[in-house]
């Protein structure tokens, strides 16, 4: 299994690669050159920090599977879930639905979005958004799967889950791709991501899944896409820059100038951990106040 992930990513970049410069070829005025070269070396910097955090965050799984074997034994009567179908099909819904709490509070709370925010700061959108993630956001997602291993699904496994993900969730970042129909009543799909990456007030913090729509329609974060709204891409909160460094910082700066201002421990504390745009006086809007605001100033 080891062997065949390694394989598999073998293949993932010149697969990728090879689709966004036959996007490009085309849509061209999809792309814009400065933008598109930030976010390749966004992405570039991503897959290097991924590298080392992702074997930190194997290993730890292989220690939690092997530490809780013989607890599984004796109250579940089994040490592993094994390599069947129907696992393989329970462990791929599982991390979905870590997936989902994953993105879900990457927007809900102000720390974990300033690592998530590069990945939203591209005013165009296209196949590179697919690569372009935040330095910062691996160091804290692996966190949400560790119950698998605990529970007994492979370490392997896990991340054979997390790749197939991964892969899936680029095909997303397209503008090439209509509705999908009766598909989007239980997948993802471009149309609903593009959705996720407009910055429209209506839109906001909205399909948060990776693989399935599902768990945004249980759970209240479902919108589908309306032909009548021109998608706005970016985040409302601009650093008007390319600067792959300042796109990953700049809003960590921005807690900690939000922090220092304010003598209040508690407001400190919810400027960190509240969602993004709270401020104790209401002069900064979180997206279900601007919502709300959107909602009373149309009717």
């Known amino acids: 299994m080891e062997l065949e992930l390694n394989e598999l990513s073998k293949y993932i970049i010149p697969v990728f690669s090879f689709l966004i410069v036959f996007e490009y070829l085309l849509v061209r005025h999809h792309f814009e050159l400065k933008e598109s070269l930030s976010g390749i070396f966004i992405g570039v910097g991503a897959s290097l920090i991924s590298l080392f955090s992702k074997t930190i965050a194997l290993a730890i799984f292989i220690l939690i599977f092997n530490l809780l074997k013989d607890f599984r034994l004796q109250y579940l009567g089994y040490e592993s879930l094994g390599w069947i179908w129907y696992v393989w099909f329970f462990a791929i819904v599982s991390d979905d639905f870590n997936f989902y709490w994953h993105h879900r509070f990457s927007h809900s709370i102000r720390l974990l979005w300033a690592a998530h925010v590069p990945h939203h700061s591209s005013k165009t959108y296209n196949f590179i958004i697919g690569l372009r993630n935040g330095w910062f956001i691996s160091l804290y997602k692996p966190i949400y799967w560790i119950w698998m291993a605990a529970v007994g699904f492979e370490p392997l496994m896990i991340a054979g889950c997390l790749i197939i993900n991964s892969v899936y969730q680029f095909?997303?970042?397209?503008?090439?791709?209509?509705?999908?129909?009766?598909?989007?009543?239980?997948?993802?799909?471009?149309?609903?991501?593009?959705?996720?990456?407009?910055?429209?007030?209506?839109?906001?913090?909205?399909?948060?899944?990776?693989?399935?729509?599902?768990?945004?329609?249980?759970?209240?974060?479902?919108?589908?896409?309306?032909?009548?709204?021109?998608?706005?891409?970016?985040?409302?909160?601009?650093?008007?820059?390319?600067?792959?460094?300042?796109?990953?910082?700049?809003?960590?700066?921005?807690?900690?100038?939000?922090?220092?201002?304010?003598?209040?421990?508690?407001?400190?504390?919810?400027?960190?951990?509240?969602?993004?745009?709270?401020?104790?006086?209401?002069?900064?809007?979180?997206?279900?106040?601007?919502?709300?605001?959107?909602?009373?100033?149309?009717?």
């Open 171 to 299: 095909f997303l970042h397209t503008q090439l791709v209509p509705n999908l129909g009766i598909f989007e009543k239980v997948f993802n799909t471009p149309k609903l991501h593009i959705v996720h990456h407009s910055c429209n007030i209506e839109y906001l913090d909205k399909n948060h899944g990776g693989i399935f729509i599902i768990w945004d329609k249980l759970f209240g974060t479902y919108k589908p896409y309306f032909a009548e709204i021109s998608p706005q891409y970016g985040i409302l909160k601009d650093p008007n820059t390319h600067n792959p460094f300042i796109l990953n910082i700049h809003e960590f700066y921005s807690i900690c100038k939000d922090v220092k201002k304010t003598s209040c421990w508690l407001n400190k504390l919810k400027y960190i951990f509240y969602p993004p745009g709270w401020s104790p006086n209401g002069e900064t809007l979180t997206t279900k106040q601007l919502q709300k605001q959107f909602l009373k100033q149309k009717s």
